[in-house]
């Protein structure tokens, strides 16, 4: 099992930034690649940035030029760099990590970020 603890939310002005980081315990060996997915009411949680171990990074076209997500291999820890935020980012962000069997999820508890225009 891995367990993910995220910080780094809160409240920011539109236009601001701000930055994620989420810390990987337990069976850290078995990641393959992590993340960050985000959620708001009514709608389903959706992927903003993932990485893999190898660098490659995915990301969602509503944050591209805007999010950057870094992996730190040594560790296991995931951050995202969150700049010119919009309200549209406003969401509960959870942190994501792949399992190498079967691309297994995990998810962190969430962290809420409010962007106030």
């Known amino acids: 099992q891995v367990q993910l603890v995220e910080s780094g939310g809160g409240l920011v002005q539109a236009g601001g930034s701000r930055r994620l980081s989420c810390a990987s315990s337990?069976?850290?060996?078995?990641?393959?690649?992590m993340g960050w997915y985000r959620q708001t009411p009514g709608k389903q949680r959706e992927l903003v940035a993932v990485i893999t171990r190898g660098g490659s990074a995915n990301y969602a076209d509503s944050v591209k030029g805007r999010f950057t997500v870094y992996l730190d291999n040594a560790k296991s820890a995931v951050s995202l760099q969150m700049n010119n935020l919009d309200p549209e980012d406003t969401g509960v962000y959870y942190c994501?990590?792949?399992?190498?069997?079967?691309?297994?999820?995990?998810w962190g508890q969430g962290t809420q970020v409010t962007v106030s225009s």
């Open positions: 337990g069976r850290i060996s078995r990641i393959t690649a």
């Open positions: 994501y990590a792949r399992d190498i069997n079967n691309n297994l999820p995990y």
